[in-house]
């Protein structure tokens, strides 16, 4: 399988909870996977003000080292 495009932000839940505060909003999200226990990884494709957005709507459970690869 092919590598995803797009920026990666990790986040403290898991990922069926990072898909329900998801739901109804897009924000450029290309997929969500498990990232380990408690955790999930966003790849994303968000830019400008749909990027802060989608930082405010994960605020509480952002990982601060998002530089991860």
Known sequence: MADI???RL???LGPSQV???L???GYGVRRVESAGTGR???IH???GGHLE???A???DVLEQDADRS
């Open 57 to 59: 709507l994960f605020r």
């Open 19 to 21: 898909r329900k505060r």
């Open 23 to 25: 739901r109804g909003v």
């Open 40 to 42: 999930a990884l966003i």
């Open 53 to 55: 957005e989608l930082r």
């Open 10 to 12: 990790y986040v403290r």
């Open 5 to 7: 495009k797009g920026e």
């Open 45 to 47: 494709t968000a830019t």
